[in-house]
């Protein structure tokens, strides 16, 4: 199978990136050291290319119907031009067919931006249910989208395109401006603070080169996984997918049943409820704890559904799926290479901002 590349490809090539296939698309995991890169988001600036994530804009006489129909929370929420909204897609067992973000355009426009490894099957359900509705979906791979994060991130951006500082600088979390041809959204994935930009892809190369210059650290696929499992985000494939439905994903804030919106996979969500607990897990022994491993608890058997060693807090985290029962502050054990090894159960979030939360 032939990887797909973005507009970046080769500016990752050119800096030594290990580039390897994720979702199908060939990217950078490192530029020589993960912990390194993951390191300069949180106490600086560092930034990523998440092109091979697929905007799709949302058009048509009544596009907010269909998102209604199409999402678990509730579009409605989005008063302000610019408001972002985090959401999932579900099908009609509840499961997650993705997590995503919805932008309010104005007007009758929409932004949906959605995971690189599942777009093809997000776009062929969003166009099924399309055809209920009057609405326009417009998948915009002509773009390219840069995320640069760290505390000093804002400023690193403001410094290279100050022109986009009028705009920018009043952007509240979740919220986004265009200014021109470029999408600045206060968003990102990794617990620290900056932009996600979207902009025509034959811009990317130039501001990603403007950002390096400025001292911005290019960061690969690793430390971006680092980074949002200490921020207790979660991974599509890891936490959710279509077997799993947002309550047991610790995505219950993202799902509004308060309307009498009759979204896909509600009267699902309304028949079966909760089963588990998405929780944290902070190792109190030496290791390192990874996907698919067995927790034992006394209220029954539980999964880590991601692992890593955390380089903030210099002990291995993890996200795990456990009995209801289960609470912070309870110990449990993980199975490590046949050990059972003590582990403390806390909040699904390590880390925001610099500051460790365990």
């Keep these: 199978m ?9 500016t990752h090539a050119a800096s030594g990136a290990k580039l390897v296939d994720f979702g199908g698309w060939e990217m950078p995991l490192h530029y020589g050291s993960q912990l390194a890169e993951h390191h300069a ?9 998440v092109s091979h994530m697929c905007a799709v804009d949302v058009s048509g006489a009544v596009p ?7 999402i678990a929370n509730n579009v409605d929420k989005l008063t302000v031009p610019g408001k972002a909204l985090y959401s999932a897609m579900l099908n009609s067992s509840g499961g997650v067919i993705d997590d995503l ?3 309010w355009r104005g007007g009758d426009n929409f932004r949906v931006v959605v995971n690189a490894g599942t777009a093809i099957k997000d776009l062929a359900h969003m166009k099924r249910v399309a055809e209920s509705y009057d609405a326009d979906l417009t998948p915009r791979r002509d773009l390219a989208m840069i995320a640069v994060q760290g505390p000093n991130a804002r400023e690193k951006v403001f410094a290279v395109r100050p022109d986009w500082r009028a705009a920018g600088e009043p952007l509240g979390v979740f919220f986004a401006a265009e200014i021109g041809d470029v999408f600045l959204a206060r968003t990102g994935y990794t617990g620290e603070d900056g932009f996600e930009i979207t902009l025509p892809a034959e811009q990317a190369p130039r501001l990603w080169a403007d950002l390096k210059a400025a001292g911005v650290a290019e960061c690969g696929l690793g430390a971006r996984d680092t980074l949002r499992l200490e921020a207790g ?3 599509y494939g890891n936490e959710m997918d279509e077997t799993v439905n947002p309550l047991d994903a610790g995505m219950a804030w993202t799902v509004d ?4 919106r009759d979204f896909i996979g ?3 969500l309304e028949s079966n409820g909760q089963s588990h607990a998405l929780l944290g897990l902070k190792l109190l022994d030496k290791g390192v704890m990874r996907s698919h491993m067995k927790v034992v608890t006394q209220h029954g058997n539980g999964e880590t559904t991601s692992g890593t060693f955390s380089p903030t807090l210099g002990f291995s985290i993890a996200l795990a799926r456990l009995p209801l029962e289960v609470k912070p502050g309870d110990t449990v054990q993980v199975d490590i ?5 003590d582990a403390l159960v806390t909040k699904p979030s390590f880390v925001r901002h610099g500051k460790p939360l365990v």
């Design 337 to 341: 290479r046949n050990k059972l090894v």
């Design 64 to 70: 907010k119907s269909f998102l209604r129909r199409l």
């Design 233 to 235: 985000m979660n991974l």
């Design 257 to 260: 049943m308060k309307s009498d």
């Design 266 to 268: 509600r009267n699902s």
């Design 101 to 103: 973000i919805v932008y």
């Design 2 to 10: 032939t990887l797909q590349r973005t507009p970046l490809f080769e």
């Design 41 to 49: 988001v949180r106490t600086d600036a560092g930034m990523f290319d």
